[in-house]
Each structure stands twice: as C-alpha cells, then as structure tokens.
C-alpha cells in the first residue's frame, strides 16, 4: 500500500520488453538506502517487486497483465518515473490509499498556469475501466490528485508547485500517456453496487 506522496524521481537505467512480460533496472537513487529484496516499490504508479539490488539500481520483473495496463511497454532507458516507498505501519497517509494496481492509461489533454500552479485536464481510457469522481482522488502516475471539473471522459487537477518541482508532473507535456488508479474505496462501493 502507498500514499501517492512521491519521494523521488529515478530514472530508467535499462529496460528489455517481450511480448509477455519485461525486466526493468531503475536507478533509486536515495531509495536505494534500505530497501531489500521483495520490498514493493510504486513505479509510475505500478507495484513492483525488487527482484535484484546493485550499487543502487533495483530490477523489476513485469507480468502480462501489469503491461496490458499500464504504459510499461513504451517505457525506455533515460525516463523518469515517479517512486514511493510501501507504507509501514504508523506512517503518515499524507494522499490517498494508493494500491499501485493501475486501471487503466489515460492522456493528459492540456495544462495551463492556474494561480502558482498548474491546471492539468485528462482525458480517460475508453472502455469506462477508470471512474473518477468530483472532490474524489485518483493517482496520475503515482502522485495522489483530487479530481475537479470532471465532465464526460475529461477530469481535471489543480498541481501546486511543489509537486510539479518534485515529480514528473511538471515535465509532461499534453499528449503524454500517464496510468491511472482511481479511488479504491470507489472501486468497492461500484463492485457492491453492480453485485458483483
């Protein structure tokens, strides 16, 4: 489980993709401090296991299924992602519940200066596997938002400079494809309510 409170950005050091599954090195920088083998890290938003350690570098082994749905196939050596560390008990929740299980890949729309900040508009996955609603929370990438203005397939975000400054947030440009994970206690009550 993690919060969406991002603590570092690192960078692809290696990625090879097959068909069925890809093995990815990130370079965790001050993460690297105390993490082991089989320790979670979010990775863009994604949950991922550390399968090896060296000088610095974690490698991930992805499934199928995480590729399927999330924009792990395009990722390649030099991108930056978003990382957070599990949450131990008694941490702060400073976000949202963030699962690290991605719904679905959205695009970011657009983005103009709002204030200090930002204003970023998305634009959902077709096929209605991600819902959002107003004042609700979803992870972009990892990074915990509230949604606002959401309309139709299209939601909106206020980003404060702080996060823009220490994710790849600020960086993005519109066009870019981001994972999204909504609400997970969204996801129980749609699950209760469609019987399933």
């Known amino acids: ?11 692809i050091g290696a990625a090879q993709h097959r068909h069925d599954a890809s093995v990815l ?21 994604i949950c991922l296991t550390v399968t090896a350690l060296e000088a610095g570098r974690a490698r991930f082994d992805v ?17 930056q992602v978003n990382l ?11 976000g949202h519940l963030v699962g690290g299980h991605v719904d679905g890949v959205g ?20 096929g209605g596997a991600v819902k959002v609603v107003e004042k609700g929370s979803v992870a972009i990438d990892g990074v915990s938002l509230t949604c606002w203005d959401c309309r139709g397939a299209r939601f909106a975000v206020a980003v404060v400079p702080h996060t823009l400054a220490h994710t ?18 969204g996801r129980w009550v749609e699950r209760l309510l469609k019987g399933d």
Do not use: Q, Y
């Not at 105390?34 to 938003?45: F, V």
């Not at 499934?63 to 991108?79: F, L, M, N, Q, V």
């Open 1 to 11: 489980m993690f919060t969406g409170i991002i603590e570092h950005v690192g960078t």
């Open 25 to 45: 090195e990130v370079e965790l920088g001050p993460l690297a401090d105390g993490t082991r083998l089989g320790d979670s890290i979010c990775t863009d938003g």
């Open 63 to 79: 499934s199928a299924e995480t590729r399927r749905k999330s924009t792990i196939p395009s990722w390649a050596a030099g991108r």
């Open 84 to 94: 957070e560390r599990a949450l131990r008990v008694g941490d702060r929740l400073g």
């Open 107 to 126: 695009r970011l729309l657009e983005r103009r200066r709002e204030g200090d900040g930002e204003r970023l508009v998305f634009v959902l996955p077709d």
């Open 168 to 185: 790849t947030l600020g960086g993005m440009r519109a066009g870019t494809p981001v994972n999204l994970e909504m609400d997970p206690v």
